[in-house]
């Protein structure tokens, strides 16, 4: 008779003493704070003014390179694209072109040949603590409406009074943030626009790190409003929008890992005006124009015809 082979003995348990537990507990609590800070540190970094480099052949014909202050004292570095062959006597309508986060001006100089070929004088400027300008911390907005308003107030200098925006992530909540101080603004364009800091900060912990901001917004938040001087509860487009008092084209990408579309048609309802909204198949957090230049100009050139 042949016996049978006793089973193997089951593995050992590891068991983790309690002070192994409570430093992974305490781990699974700093981490995401951690986590947060580089955040944070990413999204606010200090920044001092540098030279841009760029191909001047990449310049609308007419463009002079300039440079304005902000309504709270910065110097901001510029180009002003005049249409060639416009009277004096009649400036033609001007457009503001607002660059995103930790771009600069270049980043809507696409735009600018566009706009130029259409017969709009252009302003592209860079942004407090962007590219040449002064400034050492952004604030993704907030502080950025003075560079903004003196932007205005300097093509108004100039002689121009039909003046329209365009803004692209930071720069469209800079629009947004500034409606209600910018009663003269003739029509905007907001892409890829965030609704509140709340609702961004999420965004960039799930895209990151994969986890909602939750966990950490508490403790964190406070320590951004702080750090670029926010006043509790006001780094929020989606309530600024409410006060346009123009036209307003909201653009994003459909697959914005950033902005949800839902987020998008929200920022959409809150504005009281005239309005239209397109979001780009299969698009994420990208430059709009330069994914379909074609369409993008066609879509601009229907809105400002109605």
Known sequence: MTSLAAPPPPPPKIRLRWRTRFVLFLLGLVLPYFAAQVVVAHVFKQRSARPIAFDPNQLPPGTEAVSFNSTDGLRLSAWYCSPLNSPA????????????????????????????????????????????????RTS?????????????????????????????????????????????????????????????????????????????????????RQLVDLPS????????????????????????????????????NAIPTRKAMHLTPNAGHVDLHSREPDAYETRLVTFLKQ
């Open 89 to 136: 006597s009649a400036p033609p309508h001007a457009v503001i072109l607002v660059h995103g986060h930790f771009g600069d001006r270049r980043q809507m100089l696409p735009r600018a040949r566009m706009l130029h070929r259409l017969g709009y004088a252009v302003l592209l400027y860079d942004a407090r603590a962007h590219g040449e300008s002064d400034g050492t």
């Open 140 to 224: 993704i907005g907030y502080h950025e409406k003075h560079d903004l308003l003196g932007a205005f107030a300097y093509l108004r200098s100039r002689g121009h009074t039909d003046i329209g925006a365009i803004g692209m992530s930071m720069g469209a909540a800079t629009l947004a943030l500034a409606a209600e101080d910018l009663p003269v603004m003739r029509w905007a364009v907001l892409e890829s626009c965030y609704s509140s800091l709340e609702e961004t900060f999420d965004g960039r912990c799930r895209s990151y790190f994969g986890f909602p901001s939750w966990l950490i917004a508490p403790g964190v938040l406070p320590i951004a």
């Open 233 to 268: 509860n006001l780094l929020t487009p989606i309530e600024a929008a409410k006060q346009f008092r123009c036209p307003v084209l909201v653009l994003s990408g459909a697959n914005d890992p950033f902005i949800t579309p839902a987020q998008t048609q929200a920022l959409y």
